[in-house]
Structures are given as C-alpha cells and as structure tokens.
C-alpha cells in the first residue's frame, strides 16, 4: 500500500526546521524502497538572500539536502518513527550532477530510491525535476540512528 506524509507527520519524523526543513509533502511512499517529496520554492526562503542578488537560484547543496530528507520520511513512515526522534547524518555524496537551475516559484519533485539499506548505514539514489526537467541527480550515503 502507497503512503505519503504531510507537513505535520514530516515535523514529527524529523528535527529539521525553518529555515531548513526542505520538504513540503511526500508522496507515494513505498515501503523504505522509494518515494517522491515535493518542496515548493519561495522567495522568501534565507538563502536567496545571499545567492543570488537580483537572480536568486536554489542552491545545489539544499537541493541534496531536501533529497536526503525525503528519504529519511520515507524510512520513518515505513519504520512508524513519528515522535520517535529520528536522527539522520550525511556520511557521502557521489555523483551529483546540476542540469537546471532551481529558482523561486518552482515546485522540485524529488524521486528517492534505496540502493541498500536496513541497518544503520544507507545508501541513495536520487533525482529532482521541476516540470519534468532534470535538475539535480546524486547518489548519497547516510547514517540513521533508528530507535530500537
């Protein structure tokens, strides 16, 4: 069966937030085996304060960063982690490619797979599209301190 997660399951599987919570809503859950987060882009969001000046674009390393947190919804959708302090760290990022800049008023559709997982040490596949376009494509490895 497909879940997804809301705003508010979102704040209660992860400890991100404002300015850095990344994600608005994850779609189509399945299992820990694949997902699609959605972020809508804004002008008002930090960043874009300081990248750019009169041409603000996404920056690559936030694009990541909400891949890496839809991932980590879908592992604790799929685990039942909701007020269960989740806690998720970055270990590597391969093969990050940028096609298409990100500005504000997109919405970055992000399609997360699982390469290998179950332990403690993970490993994704994931890509951003902003009207079917490709803007971001990387693979990353995360440590999850899942509770028992």
Known sequence: ?????????IQRLLPHRYPFLLVDRVE????????????NVTVNEPHFQGHFPGLPIMPGVTIIEAMAQTTAVMV????????????VYFMGIESAKFRRKVVPGDQLRMYVTTK???GKVWKFQGRAEVDGELACE???T???????
């Open 28 to 39: 189509e859950i399945d299992g820990h085996q694949s997902a699609v987060g959605i972020k």
């Open 142 to 148: 995360a440590m999850m301190d899942l509770p028992s």
């Open 76 to 87: 604790g959708v799929d685990r039942d982690l909701a007020d269960k302090n989740l806690l």
């Open 116 to 118: 290998r997982g179950g």
């Open 138 to 140: 990387a693979e990353f």
């Open 1 to 9: 069966m497909t879940k997804s997660a809301d705003i508010t399951l």
